[in-house]
Every structure is written in C-alpha cells, then in structure tokens.
C-alpha cells in the first residue's frame, strides 16, 4: 500500500519562481545547486556562466519540473529546494530575508485537495492536512512527517493514509470517524515500536516454546491384559532411570479425549502424568521457539509503557490511554451500546460520561486529534533513527 505525493508541474514552476523571487540578486545559488545535482545524468542543467544566462536555466529547470513523473520531476525539485535553503542557511540568508522565509514559502500544493508539503529545519519532508474546528474556530494542522533524504519514507504509507482520512474525516465534522481512523494508526504505530523490540504480531504465534513429538509404538499383551509402550527415540532419561525417577512404585497417569475442532474428526489424547515423567517419554527438542506476542491494544501499550519503557508520559500523556483503548475497542467494533463506554476520567466535566459526549465535545477530539498525529510522527522519526523500522 502507498501513499503517493503528487505535485502538478504547474505548482512545480510556480514554486520555482518564488524561490527565485525571493533569492533576487542570489539567484546563482538555485543555478549552482541544479548543476551539482544533475551533473552525470540526461537531466543535466549546467550552470549559466552570468547573468544574462538566468532565464534560460530557468527555462531549462521548468521544462523538467512540468514532467513530474516522466522526468522525475518532482524528486529533483524537492532535492533542488533542499540545496537551495542549506546553502541560504550556511550564509544566513539572502538580502532582504532570512532562511526562515525560504521555509515558509515552501509550502507546496499537492493534488490532494487540502493537502501540502513543506521543508522543516531538520531536511524533513513533511505533509500537512488542515483541520478546522466545526463550530468555526481557528485552523490547526494535523501533519507528519514524510520524507527525508537519509531516511527516505518516514512515517509508513499505510499509516499516512489513516492520517489523511482522518483529518479529511474531521474537515467533514465526522468526529467518529476521525478518532477511529486514528486510533488505527495509534496501534499501528505501536505495533512498529514492539516489533522493533522483538515482539510478534503474527497470527497463531506461539508465547511459549513448541517442543517436538515424540515418536513411539504400542502393543498390547492380550494375556496379561496390558499394553507395551515403545519408544523410539532417544530420551533424556532412560527405562533404567525410572526407578529411580519414582521410587520403585508405578508412576500413575490420566488420559482423556480432547476435541480439536468443532466437526469432531479430529480427536486428541490428553495425557495428566507427574513431572519426572515428560524426561521419560518426551524430547527436549524445541521445534518452534516461542515469541513474545501482543494480544492488542491494551496489552501493546501496557508493554510499551511498563515493561520495554519505549513509550512515556513524555511521548503520549497517560491520560489518553484510556481514551485511545475506549475508541478503538469501541468505534472500530461499532455498535450503538459502544456509544454509552463509560469515560470516567471525564466525569469531572459531566458525571456519567460517556463514548458519544467525548465525540460531542471539540475540544476533546481536537486535543486528541494534536496528540496521536504527533506521537506518531515522533514514534517513526525515532525508528528511523535507530534504524529499526523494517517496513
């Protein structure tokens, strides 16, 4: 699953124009970076050799920015405006404006509606949805982080598309669906930081080790009424240990039938024997060794927050646990009755509140809105930090 970033060329050239707006009598500095960067490749721009040269390369460079595919023109633009603002930077700006500025005119339209791109301080690529309160109030973004040079993606496709439907959600004054849609990407999230420590989410994935059978034959004495039991690999203690193993006295066992699945075809033997036993009859050969598994939600941050201490109050405040658990439990396995969740750390606003008064409340799922898109965000940059995050 992707989450693609697509610029016209339009707003390509446009961008570029700005840029060069705004660099004025440093415009050189734009030139010099599109010939470092395509130097060696069909794309190559060479430097103009003064002044009277600058249209042209400008020319030049927008002929490659209207193909934002076929001429990669996209990913040269966002390398080209990177260069730009690190060589503005190291000389602390052009005449008349500050690096800064440079940012905050890089603030590029995609071809999602209400959705841009923007350059941070720190090289990173980030993508930036608004939200608007629905009774009317200011606008806020919710965003993430998308793409660095070193890095390439940051926050996962899959997670970035939860993202964007959630603030389309919340655009749409759909507050349920908002917080659904990110309470999904909370736990995908989560999933990505346990994984990362070892932990497993693989269905059917054992906790504990899988030992392997035993292999053996049965006969039976019908003189003397009994059945003879050999076994045919070699075990950890031998029939000559079992004395010792029990004392001299016979060792007594329980056995009883253990359906396996629902039709009945299926029939185990489940054998109760005492400990000194299993060194008799079963191997110590592990076929499968056991993992560490998460059942869910709760269990994941119950782990991130108390065991491996990767997730802290500084990441996410605790009192969104509860909130977090609440919605997902609840709006992603919908029902009316969800609705009436008991939110007890809220009863100081309203005594008996509920599920549907904190989707009722903006303040609440906007404050909520805020804290999940950036402990996500935070979560992945420290993944990728640590290069851990195999995705």
């Known amino acids: 699953m992707k989450y693609p970033i697509h610029v016209s060329g339009q707003v390509l050239e446009q961008t570029l124009d700005a840029v060069l707006n705004l660099l004025g009598g440093s415009q050189h500095l734009l030139f010099d970076a599109m010939a470092r960067l395509t130097a060696g490749t069909p794309s190559h721009v060479a430097a103009p050799s003064g002044p009277t040269e600058f249209s042209r390369k400008r020319n030049e460079i927008a002929r490659i920015l209207q193909s934002p595919m076929m001429l990669r023109g996209l990913?040269?633009?966002?390398?080209?405006?990177?260069?730009?603002?690190?060589?503005?930077?190291?000389?602390?700006?052009?005449?008349?404006?500050?690096?800064?500025?440079?940012?905050?005119?890089?603030?590029?339209?995609?071809?999602?509606?209400?959705?841009?791109?923007?350059?941070?301080?720190?090289?990173?690529?980030?993508?930036?949805?608004?939200?608007?309160?629905?009774?009317?109030?200011?606008?806020?973004?919710m965003s993430?982080?998308?793409?660095?040079?070193?890095?390439?993606?940051?926050?996962?496709?899959?997670?970035?598309?939860?993202?964007?439907?959630?603030?389309?959600?919340r655009r749409q004054k759909r507050n349920d669906a908002a917080v659904a849609l990110l309470s999904i990407a909370a736990e995908a999230t989560l999933r990505d930081v346990l994984s990362s420590h070892g932990y497993s989410f693989a269905h059917g994935a054992s906790s504990k080790d899988v030992y392997a059978y035993s292999r053996a034959q049965v006969t039976a004495d019908s003189a003397s009424g009994t059945y003879i039991l050999k076994l045919h690999d070699a075990m950890p203690l031998s029939p000559a240990d079992f004395g010792t193993s029990f004392a001299g006295a016979p060792a007594e066992i329980k056995l009883k039938?253990?359906?396996k699945n629902s039709s009945g075809t299926r029939i185990d033997i489940n054998i109760v024997a005492p400990d000194p036993l299993l060194a008799h009859w079963t191997t110590t050969t592990v076929e499968t060794p056991g993992v560490q598994t998460v059942s869910?939600?709760?269990?994941?941050?119950?782990?991130?927050?108390n065991q491996i201490a990767c997730v802290t109050a500084e990441d996410l405040a605790l009192d969104f646990d509860e909130v977090l658990q609440a919605i997902r439990n609840n709006l992603v396995h919908l029902s009316g009755a969800a609705l009436d969740t008991p939110l007890p750390r809220f009863d100081m606003l309203k005594s008996g509140f509920a599920l549907k008064d904190f989707l009722l409340d903006d303040r609440l799922v906007q404050d909520f809105v805020a804290a999940i898109s950036r402990f996500v965000t935070v979560q992945y940059v420290e993944l990728r930090r640590a290069g851990t995050l195999y995705t």
Do not use: H
Not at 121 to 128: A, G, L
């Open 144 to 169: 993430c982080e998308w793409f660095a040079r070193s890095w390439g993606t940051i926050v996962p496709p899959y997670v970035v598309n939860y993202l964007s439907s959630a603030a389309t959600a």
């Open 75 to 141: 990913e040269i633009a966002l390398r080209l405006f990177e260069e730009v603002y690190c060589d503005v930077d190291t000389q602390g700006g052009v005449p008349g404006y500050r690096p800064q500025d440079l940012l905050n005119l890089l603030r590029i339209e995609t071809e999602q509606p209400d959705e841009t791109i923007s350059l941070s301080k720190d090289m990173r690529w980030i993508v930036e949805w608004p939200v608007r309160l629905p009774n009317g109030g200011p606008e806020t973004r």
């Open 296 to 305: 869910g939600l709760g269990a994941a941050l119950d782990i991130a927050r």
């Open 257 to 259: 039938r253990v359906p």
